[in-house]
């Protein structure tokens, strides 16, 4: 945990609630989780689901690995640390998107177990919804969306997740998308289904 530097701060309560928001929003908020390998399917998830939510009206913001790494993390790489660092950070804004009434969706590794807890844990209860997009390394591999798997198996990036560095599993995620199985369009249908099950947006 990140130690709190600054003293002597309180916090200040306005006067428009989450529940207000929320209201006028016609929908709950929550943060939709996509944790997974590089090349499983998270960003596409994302972005296939936040046109699907789109379309009802539903208002949503999809925070990404690599543009969160272009500013707000721009300081941060792949150690062990810095990959916690930016968790604790893409956390912290998640939980502001959600508290502004919008379903949030990140596409992050988000490879440590413990660091997608604590992000959990400063979550309401039931806002955080972690979904793992299961892919095994060798399809991820095939995919190489990004050419990056050739690079690390090249030697060429360190700390690669999945290659030459862990990625620990949720143990009990609130979904597991098979994306190896699926098409796009059914790993979407998925989350949404249990996003309407949870009465966190309407139903189509
Ligand atoms: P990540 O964001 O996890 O690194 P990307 O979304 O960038 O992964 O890449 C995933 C690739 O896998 C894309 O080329 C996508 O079209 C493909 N793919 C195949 N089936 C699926 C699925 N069911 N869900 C998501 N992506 C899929």
């Known amino acids: 945990m990140t130690e709190q530097k600054a003293t002597n701060i309180v916090w200040h309560q306005g006067?428009?609630?989450?529940?207000?928001?929320e209201k006028i929003n016609g929908h709950k908020a929550c943060t939709v989780w996509l944790t997974g390998l590089s090349g499983s399917g998270k960003s596409t998830i994302a972005v296939d689901l936040e046109k699907r939510l789109w379309e009802r009206g539903v208002k949503t913001y999809i925070l990404d690995g690599d543009n969160i790494?272009?500013?707000?993390n721009k300081n941060l790489g792949f150690s062990p640390e810095d990959r916690t660092e930016n968790i604790r950070r893409i956390g912290e804004v998640a939980k502001l998107f959600t508290d502004a009434g919008v379903v949030a969706l990140t596409a992050f590794i988000s490879p440590y177990r413990a660091d997608r807890d604590q992000v959990?844990?400063?979550?309401?209860?039931?806002?955080f919804?972690?979904?793992?997009?299961?892919?095994?390394?060798?399809v991820c591999e095939q995919r190489d969306v990004k050419g990056l798997y050739k690079?690390?198996?090249?030697g060429e990036i360190k700390e690669f997740t999945g290659i030459s560095a862990p990625y620990e599993a949720p143990t009990k995620p609130e979904l597991t998308i098979n994306t190896a199985g699926q098409t796009v369009a059914e790993s979407s249908q998925q989350i949404l289904a249990y996003l309407e099950q949870k009465g966190i947006v309407p139903r189509a």
């Open 15 to 21: 006067s428009v609630t989450r529940a207000d928001r």
């Open 151 to 154: 690079k690390a198996r090249a």
């Open 69 to 72: 790494r272009h500013g707000l």
């Open 129 to 138: 919804v972690e979904v793992h997009v299961d892919c095994p390394v060798e």
């Open 120 to 127: 959990r844990k400063i979550m309401g209860d039931g806002d």
